[in-house]
């Protein structure tokens, strides 16, 4: 009996790889799910990955992998921790080929584990494919318990997966087609790369909630790149072309670059929590640059809440354009009132009631003679659970500030997110059940002031082409929810 060709080659992570990775605790934040990465045409697909990777690590810091094709076959890398964690300058070199797709991972859907790492790579009937995806499906369980009554074995607790065995079912010919068939069963937020042995295909969810975009290098100018955003085509000396449309699918082949329309229009919604947080302030989203839109907010806030204080402080680094954008438009000074240090990384250590702000100072510490006996507007980007924010009052408190007041460049975040943010449940969500009035005495700010929605909508030019579900409760991709997450997190 001929042994079946095993078209699929998977590395070894290395030792310290190997492990979940631990979260930090006393993290106040919404967090971006995922950064994808592709390649095509260059000859050292796998390194340009790996930096681009690098480059949208802050995206997602659990796991990180890559999958490469010499045109015949795919090369699959995948382990726990940072980028630089996951690969080995060896590894690397076993990854061989000119096109390549990469996956930094922070889990929403799934648990923290080696087998939920992305990007998935399988040998199926027709070859071989591998998927990676930034998003989350609002209908993949329905979508999973289908397939699993059918046969299918899930290696994962993803969503990502589902793609791969519906893939694999379609009963279409052409790659594009089985994907565009597949792709017709679910709903949610995508943005997603898949890699055959000899092309690299785009896709983005009808509604583009999620960021992907297109660049070239024009060193190499039959090489594309692909990525959630384009500050990762600035390492790799990449030029920017575009963003990747809502609803639309690129392929990129040896015999160029083609588009397709496959999936029905559908009013266009990107994340609109990309530019207050998620995003690189470098980045361009949209056609908007990511630092002036913070800007943009920054001013917009001190137009709808005023102070005039001695001095404007960022919570580091998200607030920083924001709070410049404030002091400009208030004419105070700004200045860093708090140093964020770059080299925490993540811990578990879960702070005693005697070390109690343990857990902000390893990652913030006040600069005593900027804050010393003024009154002091801290600018931070948003407020999520209240916990974060008091410590960070009571830090400045403590260095001798006589008044604080805060002020935030985002709507109060009231509803959990569905489409590829982890977010806590709703009722842990402070503003979900207190007014401002009774955060403001929660955090123990002197006053305490959100910049509104249409602020927020009209420093993004004034359209309502954005997703804020998580500020207005609008879900724009309307479902039940029946999964355990989704009924977790709107407290069901
Ligand atoms: S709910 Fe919020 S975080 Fe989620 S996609 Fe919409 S704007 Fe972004």
Redesign the pocket.
């Known amino acids: 009996m001929l042994e079946p060709k095993r078209r699929l080659v998977v590395l070894d992570p290395p030792a310290r790889a190997r492990a979940s990775a631990p979260r930090l605790e006393d993290d106040d934040h919404?967090h971006d799910e995922c950064g994808v990465f592709g390649v095509f045409g260059h000859s050292e697909a796998a390194n340009m990955t790996y930096l681009g990777l690098h480059a949208l690590q802050h995206r997602g810091q659990e796991s990180a992998g890559i999958v490469t094709s010499d045109g015949g076959q795919l090369y699959a890398h995948r382990a726990m921790g940072l980028v630089t964690d996951a690969f080995t300058q060896e590894q690397l070199g076993r990854l061989p080929g000119r096109q390549a797709i990469g996956h930094v991972r922070y889990s929403t859907a799934g648990a923290s584990h080696i087998k939920n790492a992305q990007p998935f790579a399988v040998d199926y009937a027709r070859g071989s494919l591998a998927v990676c995806h930034n998003g989350n499906l609002t209908n993949a369980d329905e979508v999973r318990s289908e397939l699993e009554a059918r046969g299918s074995i899930f290696q994962s607790d993803t969503d990502t997966e589902v793609f791969v065995h519906l893939v694999a079912i379609s009963k279409e010919i052409a790659i594009e087609d089985r994907i565009a068939d597949a792709l017709g069963r679910v709903k949610g937020?995508y943005s997603l790369l898949f890699m055959t042995e000899d092309a690299v295909i785009a896709v983005r969810d009808p509604m583009g909630?999620?960021p992907l975009c297109l660049g070239i290098l024009p060193s190499k100018k039959d090489a594309h790149v692909l990525s959630s955003e384009p500050c990762a085509f600035e390492l790799i000396g990449a030029e920017y072309v575009r963003d990747v449309e809502p609803g639309e699918m690129i392929i990129i082949d040896s015999s160029g670059i083609r588009s397709m329309r496959p999936l029905p229009k559908a009013p266009p919604?990107q994340?609109?929590?990309?530019y207050v947080y998620?995003a690189r302030p470098d980045s361009q989203l949209g056609g908007k640059s990511v630092y002036q839109t913070r800007e943009a907010f920054g001013r917009t806030l001190a137009r709808e809440h005023p102070m005039q204080a001695d001095v404007v402080v960022p919570v580091p680094d998200s607030g920083v354009p924001a709070a410049i954008g404030y002091a400009a438009e208030v004419g105070s000074r700004f200045e860093m009132g708090l140093i964020r240090s770059h080299y925490v990384g993540r811990t578990f250590i879960e702070p005693q009631e005697s070390i109690r702000h343990f857990g902000v100072r390893l990652k913030l510490s006040p600069v005593e003679p900027v804050l010393r006996g003024r009154r002091v507007v801290v600018i931070d980007d948003s407020i999520v659970r209240g916990t974060t924010s008091r410590k960070i009052i009571k830090m400045i408190r403590d260095a001798g500030a006589k008044e604080v007041h805060l002020r935030i460049s985002s709507p109060p975040t009231q509803?959990?997110?569905?489409?590829?943010?982890d977010?806590p449940t709703r009722r842990e969500l402070i503003a979900s059940s207190h007014s401002t009035d009774e955060i403001a005495r929660y955090t123990t700010a002197d006053s305490l002031g959100y910049l509104s929605l249409e602020g927020m909508l009209g420093a993004l030019g004034g359209s309502d082409s954005?997703?804020?579900?998580?500020?207005s409760g609008k879900?724009?991709i309307p479902f039940t929810p029946t999964s355990k997450r989704q009924m977790r997190l709107v407290g069901v």
């Not at 509803?415 to 943010?421: D, L, R, T």
């Open positions: 919404f937020a909630i999620r919604r994340c609109v929590f990309e998620f509803w959990p997110c569905f489409y590829g943010i977010t954005f997703c804020h579900a998580c500020f879900y724009e």
